[in-house]
């Protein structure tokens, strides 16, 4: 009978103790597993640690021997080849045909996108700038604006890297970049080098891009590079031109804001080609972004508050639109830009609200008096 229960008491503590080491070893294997496989949550801490691992991979194919410039090009070029697989056009646009709401809700969540496996070119942008953060890469996202052949306004969002104290232009949804020497990835070239037809493409096998180049639509997706009325802005910000017809703004296909919505960006400034002459115009701001405590809305002509709605400003050939940048976030999201060449034609076609907003802007100045100039 003792022995019975020896036995049994052995039994049970065997068993105890296997479950006791049953539930403490993954809680001890976690942090290695997770490093080792890339198991995280976060869809950028995993595909930052996946483009390390396959960058660490090739270093050891070569005998350890990759310096720190050469590591970075490789975390560059496996990010961009990562993202937009793992992110597809392709797929993007079979959900934009099937299920427009529910694409349009997740736009702006950018991990969420990576996670599900879809982005176009200013989600690749920033899915890609983010993986090289954590790489501690030196990147900016580089924007263009152009008119196609078709005359239509169109955009696209790319990248750069900074290695070897020059900063080298990746394309990260087409897949392409440039080298001077074919077999040199060390002779990544600028964008500036990339503009002036230096060099040579190297693009992959992204299906996305063969789909236009090498099918029915004979349509070259890096033709923006060459494109009529190229407008390039790097770091979200700069002076952007929009175009006048029939002397009125026209911000299609355009950034429809001002200002500066980040501390180590660049504000962003406009500046209306072809103005003809001194005129007043209607700014519509339609959301205010940021503290806006000490910034105003800037021209050659004057300052102005930024307040939401309608703002009557003057402005001059060649002047800027601008909102002030004082050490704070501040930038507005434009409705619309109403050009006035003729003052008593819009006081003819709307007399109360002209009469009203220039009430408001001489309120305005006897308000701020000298701070508004």
Known sequence: MDLTLRLNRQVRLRIFLGLLISLISPVLAGKPETKLYCQYKDAFKQNACMTEHAVQGINHSLSD???KDDLDIYRALEAMNLVQTLAGSGRYNYLA????GALALSM???SQMLKRGYGICGNHQAM?????KLLKVDARPVDFYYIDDQERPCSHAAAE?????????VDITWGSIWVKEKNNLSSLLSLEEVLNHEGQVMSGINSWYLHFKY?????????YLQSKHLQILRNKGGLLMVPLINNQVKLDGLPRYIGANSLVTPPLRMKFENLPYPMEAIVDIQRQGGLCKTSFLKTSSGVYPVQIGKTLIKIRPESELAITKANEICYGVIRNIELIPDRDTKIAEAPVEYATLKFIAYLNQRIYGKTMG
């Open 161 to 169: 890297v900074k290695i070897a104290n020059k900063w080298r232009y």
């Open 97 to 100: 045909s099937t299920s427009q």
């Open 65 to 67: 021997n990759l310096s």
């Open 108 to 110: 702006n969540e950018q």
């Open 128 to 132: 890609f700038l983010e993986i090289m």
């Open 215 to 223: 099918t029915r639509f004979v349509y070259d997706p890096l033709e």
